[in-house]
């Protein structure tokens, strides 16, 4: 079973950077696709990148071109660089887990992974 901690979270102004991590203990990290999810207050919690374990990457259109995401297997911890931030990107961040069964396929939806961690806040002013 798959543990995860979210990290990095902070309050920050419009056009700052972070760089959230998701540090990950458990079974074979190497393995897993890992995916960043967002969820605003009053708002269902939406997709923003996930990575595979080969190291493709997918992007929500709305994030694309700003964030990156990475991950360090040595390390077990996949980390999502947010930059350019916008007030509307205010939200809870969270880190999902799930066994990765296919090379080109990208998991975003909520219900595709298993494990997830508690969250780390987000909060851009403008």
């Known amino acids: 079973q798959a543990q995860l901690v979210e990290s990095g979270g902070g309050l920050v102004q419009a056009g700052d950077s972070l760089r959230l991590s998701c540090a990950t203990s458990?079974?074979?990290?190497?393995?897993?696709?890992i995916g960043w999810f967002r969820q605003a207050p009053g708002k269902e919690r939406e997709f923003v990148a996930t990575?595979?374990?080969?190291?493709?990457?997918y992007y929500a259109d709305s994030v694309r071109g700003r964030f990156t995401i990475s991950r360090d297997n040595a390390k077990n911890t996949v980390y999502l660089q947010v930059n350019s931030l916008k007030p509307e990107d205010t939200a809870v961040y969270y880190c999902?887990?799930?066994?990765?069964?296919?090379?080109?396929?990208?998991?975003?939806?909520?219900?595709?992974?298993?494990?997830w961690g508690q969250g780390t806040q987000v909060t851009v002013s403008s």
């Open positions: 990575i595979k374990g080969n190291g493709r990457t």
């Open positions: 458990g079974r074979t990290f190497s393995g897993y696709d």
């Open positions: 999902g887990a799930r066994a990765g069964y296919s090379d080109i396929y990208y998991y975003t939806a909520r219900s595709d992974y298993g494990y």
